[in-house]
């Protein structure tokens, strides 16, 4: 069974940055592709980013292009998600995936789900 355990998350003010991590409990880390989705009150999960197996190639949505990036430790079985330059707009529970197919934006690409961590930040 996967664990994915997402901390970090806090009140912060806009422009403000927070590091999210998300520790998953496997001991075939190296086997999974990982993303971060967020979801903010009355609107659907949405794709924050994604990273490769081997943490060598990134994808971020457009919305958090150049102010956040995603990354990986395979020795540290840790996710990443470094928050910089925060929007009101980037509230949300955010949450970390693994998934055993390709890096994928889909929510349905990811078959393991932690249980989000609360970002909020006053304007």
């Known amino acids: 069974q996967v664990q994915l355990v997402e901390s970090g998350g806090r009140a912060v003010q806009a422009g403000g940055s927070l590091r999210l991590s998300c520790v998953v409990s496997?001991?075939?880390?190296?086997?999974?592709?990982l993303a971060w989705f967020r979801q903010a009150p009355g609107k659907e999960r949405e794709f924050v980013a994604a990273?490769?197996?081997?943490?060598?190639?990134?994808d971020h949505a457009d919305s958090v292009k150049g102010r956040f990036a995603i990354s990986r430790n395979n020795a540290e079985n840790t996710l990443y998600l470094q928050m910089n330059s925060l929007k009101f707009e980037d509230s949300a529970v955010y949450y970390c995936?693994?998934?055993?197919?390709?890096?994928?934006?889909?929510?349905?690409?990811?078959?393991?789900w932690g249980q989000g961590t609360q970002v909020t930040v006053s304007p």
């Open positions: 990273v490769t197996r081997s943490g060598g190639d990134t």
């Open positions: 995936a693994a998934g055993t197919g390709v890096p994928s934006a889909e929510r349905n690409g990811y078959e393991y």
């Open positions: 496997t001991r075939t880390f190296g086997d999974y592709v």
